[in-house]
């Protein structure tokens, strides 16, 4: 009996030992065949997970940032120890004592499946496990993927400190609301940084993991509050926080910035513009797109916020005021349904979700609003995020809309969303007043002549209207603003402001037939200097003086300055036919304010890696004894620049001389009044579809066009000085009282000589009056008075000059802001080139 009870248990214990090494060979094998060809797990020892790209002023402000994943990443050093026992506790318990994956809690879930029958599958993945997931493999729940998991979960539990491990698991984790990682979660929900955070706030992110999309805490609230609560009890029984800190902060209500609580971050942030969205656009073509929204750089941008704001006004300000004077309404083209008016709460709702431009702040601050009755006298409206209130009665009285020459009642719906913005005096409410972004659009830019560095940049009258950039993205034809560029060619090639070229009729043979290009008061002029041609901007000297010097040598100018990369050597190119940009122009410009040397204009004046070091730095000039402790008190250390030479100084000052002409007494007197010397140049292309002007101090140089996205004619009455004149002239009256200006060095190895400006005639030393102006010339070179030149075009003896004494302007117009002034007859189709007018 005794042997047969041995012989049974012996016969059990042998199958059970059989069982065993058969089932452990089994999982032997399936770990030996799922463990092959796995990824490896040594490159989350050095992997850097994408964050946040910022973009600072320069000082030291946060202006934008660009992610798609939106992660600040925090070593595990940072991270406090609160915010690592929540997440422990939620998610992996015994995550310190573990190898890698939690054998009871596995059996515990397939326990509770088995039981439901499929109906619970709850996760039973520890901290390493799910950093695999997110790492290295996919998130489908199959039972090949859950053995791959544990197999390199062990593995990284050897390669790596637990400390390492967390550190990847609380910067990777996705925790809703385009949030990654911890940092940008607590950012998100609280707009706190993680030290600040309180344990029922921490507890919050630890309740995220499971279902980020789930635990909203608006939507979802009750259920994420018993998540919470759940998080701090296992953080009481964990022994993380005691039973006094848990019976008070469980009794914490649930707050967060989605439920207004808190201010968003986004709050702090100005609205985005131009300016930080070219930088984006620079910087993914220079480092790349993916690393740039990836790679944490931090920015320092050039950008000057004060004078920022001041080119949006100026710009905005006079396409506003062209806008109105024409009288045409248009609106924002969006409605809300009837449904939508029912109640405040329903159009508040429906009026926040329409995509309109929030971010214009002209006189005051524009807000959508929707027309909610219209009245005999008045419209009703409904303002997005202004309160209702007697003080501020939210009406549109029809003397408001008086600039409109419609019956207002047939112009405007109920339901159609609009502009307003709030019209006071001396800080007292007068009433609501309505607004439109106007269709004409243009583009501006200001920047430092001696650094290349952008100050400022408005791109449009409304990002959020219109992202496209009209200061770098817009090419169109600068006109006469191009003019300089040829005079320049002509004055490097042994010509003076005194040089004499006939301004009369040209007739040149085209493809596209007979050209015939006119001046624009449709006069002649003669024998003039190359100073009046300039500063009175005359096309038939420009053309005749473009012959002389050649258009190649014209062309192989403006490719040097920048304005073109490959342009094409036709003479209607001399008068900006040929499409630029304002971005290369104002840079073009730069190079004659300071002096004929090359600067590359900039928008970023250094970009730093994740790790702080130094990837991009636009001064490349040398500092020769900075780190000489021996340099004297008082003394500046010595700046080396190698900037290359563009034109010779001397050409570029003769230039500029010429160009104070067009401010003081040409095309543009009247409209650029500055209280330190400036000098600039105006542009009008055919029709006026576009009109420029771009001008400089010793220290700033700006930029301005305008004109439609398609083009079309501004109007008779249109022109660059009229136009774009006042923008350069509002912006630069707030640059100069900040940056101050003063007067245009004079290079050395020249003299000056004083002629007649209208017959280039010498003058004796002590003449004065006001055709009298002191040109300078080279030392060594003897000029020579009175050589006429024609670019080879014949000058008819019966041809009907102006005379001296007669007025260059033959008519009065009223231009678009209201003043009166007086032009020429305008040209038409075939009478001149596609180039500049005047």
Known sequence: MLRFILTFFGSIFSLITMGVMVVALSIGAIFYIYGRDLPSHQSLANYTPPTISRIYSGEGRIIDEFSRERRLFTPAEDIPQLVKEAFISAEDKNFYTHGGYDARGIAAAVIEAVKTRGARVRGASTIPQQVVKNFLLSGDRKIERKIKEIILATRIEEALSKEKILELYLNEIFLGQNSYGVAAAAQTYFNKPLRDLAPHEVAVLASLPAEPSNFHPVRNRERLLARRNYVLREMQQNGYITKAVY??????????????????????????????????????????????????????????????????????????????????????????????????????????????????????????????????????????????????????????????????????????????????????????????????????????????????????????????????????????????????????????????????????????????????????????????????????????????????????????????????????????????????????????????????PTLVDRVQDRYGRTVYRHDERTCTDCDDPRIAPGRAPRIVSNRERVIDAITAYQLTSMMRGVVERGTAAGNVNLSVPVAGKTGTTNDARDVWFIGFTSNIVAGCYIGYDQPRSLGRSAYGAGMCGPVFTQFMRKATAKYGGGEFAVPPGGHFIKIDRRTGARLPDDASGPSVVAEYFRDGEDPMFGLMFDGGFAMGNDLELFRDGEDEQIRDVTTSSGRTGQVGEKATFGSMSSGGLY
């Open 247 to 600: 019976d008070a902060e469980i009794a914490q209500p649930l707050r967060s910035v989605q439920n207004g609580d808190f201010e968003p971050f986004s709050a702090d942030l100005p609205p985005r513009d131009y300016f930080t969205d070219e930088i984006r656009r620079q910087l993914s073509r220079d480092f790349g797109e993916g690393e740039f929204f990836s790679g944490g750089f931090s920015v320092r941008a050039t950008v000057d916020p004060e004078m920022q704001e001041e080119a949006a006004i100026a710009l905005q300000g006079k396409l506003e005021q062209y806008d109105r004077n024409l009288g045409r309404w248009r609106g924002t083209g969006k409605t809300l349904p009837p449904e939508a008016l029912e109640s405040e709460e329903a159009w508040r709702a429906a009026l926040a979700d329409i995509s309109v431009a929030r971010d214009i702040d002209l006189e005051s601050h524009w807000f959508p609003a929707v027309i909610l009755g219209i009245e005999d006298q008045q419209m009703r409206i409904g303002i997005e995020s202004v309160p209702i209130s007697e003080a501020e009665p939210q009406v549109i009285p029809r003397d408001d809309i008086a600039w409109l020459p419609k019956n207002f009642q047939e112009t405007f719906k109920v339901g159609q969303v609009v502009h307003v913005r709030r019209m006071t005096k001396d800080g007292e409410f007068i009433r609501w007043t309505l607004r439109q972004v106007p269709q004409v659009q243009g583009g501006f830019m200001a920047m430092d002549v001696n650094t290349g560095r952008v100050l400022a940049m408005q791109g449009g009258f409304s990002y959020q209207n219109s992202v496209f950039n009209r200061a770098t993205q817009a090419k169109r034809q600068p006109g006469s603003s191009f003019k300089p560029f040829v005079y320049a060619a002509a004055l490097d090639s042994g010509y003076s402001p005194a040089t004499i070229v006939v301004d009369a009729p040209i007739e040149v043979n085209t493809p596209q037939g007979l050209w015939r290009p006119r001046n624009s008061s449709n006069r002649y002029y003669g024998p003039t200097p190359l100073r009046t041609g300039i500063e009175q901007s005359r096309n038939l000297m420009t053309v005749r003086l473009a012959q002389e010097v050649g258009m190649d040598t014209v062309a192989a100018y403006a490719e040097r300055f920048g304005v073109y990369d490959n342009m094409g050597p036709y003479l209607a190119n001399a008068l900006g036919s040929e499409e630029s940009t304002v971005y290369k122009m104002v840079a073009a410009y730069a190079m004659f304010a300071n002096g004929g040397e090359r600067v590359e």
